[in-house]
């Protein structure tokens, strides 16, 4: 198994956290069992980009998952494509193949790709939640549902470790809103 994930977006939407997350999340903590009762470890390259400009430039951050060896570091084309920004939008929706799954937030990003597509509210849900900082794990919580790459636990566990401990709370419960919305995305809702 080898996947490939790209997150996209502009400066100061927590894009390259995202990332870092999740490749922590499978390297460090998510190591589940094979069909012959082996575990089956998994390793994470990340890699990242941002524009001239870091805050509202374009920001990008690929993650790449295998349970095999891995012989070269970037994503080309990703098998999942997060977008956070109508700039972002622009930039990499080219980058993609027929059965790349595309996870965007329709409130920033009003165009309507074709294929496999799930629409996320992440920044309307996050503000519900009191800040907008956190639309980046609500994204991400929604991303982990479609694409189960991880274990939830794994990706909370790792998200944990890097986000301040006075924000927990307001993380976990960002992150559990996101599964919530990821799940209604699978299910038809928001879903093309």
């Given at each position: ?10 400066g100061?939407q927590g ?33 990242q ?5 870091a ?13 095999e ?6 994503v ?5 494509l997060?977008?956070?920004s ?36 992440a920044?309307?849900?996050?503000e ?5 900082v956190v ?5 991400l919580?929604?991303?982990?549902e479609?694409?189960?790459i ?5 990706l ?17 419960k ?6 919530q ?8 809702k928001?879903?093309?």
């Amino acid at each position: 198994m080898e996947m490939g994930i790209r997150f996209t977006g502009f400066g100061g939407q927590g894009v390259i956290l995202m990332g870092i997350v999740l490749a922590r999340a499978a390297a460090l903590h998510d190591q589940p069992q094979g069909v012959d009762g082996k575990v089956k470890r998994k390793s994470a390259i990340q890699t990242q980009s941002y524009g001239p400009s870091a805050r509202g430039g374009h920001s990008k951050c690929d993650v790449k998952i295998s349970t095999e060896e891995m012989h070269y570091p970037f994503v080309e084309i990703p098998d999942y494509l997060v977008i956070l920004s109508r700039q972002a939008y622009g930039k990499y929706i080219h980058d993609v193949k027929p059965e790349t799954k595309i996870v965007l937030d329709p409130d920033l990003v009003p165009e309507k790709p074709e294929g496999y597509v799930y629409r996320i509210s992440a920044t309307k849900s996050a503000e519900e939640l009191g800040t907008r900082v956190v639309a980046n794990v609500v994204m991400l919580g929604a991303m982990r549902e479609v694409s189960n790459i991880v274990s939830y636990e794994a990706l909370e566990k790792a998200m944990l470790e890097i986000v301040p401990k006075a924000t927990y709370d307001l993380n976990k419960k960002a992150l559990a809103l996101g599964r919530q919305l990821g799940r209604e995305a699978m299910h038809g809702k928001d879903k093309d």
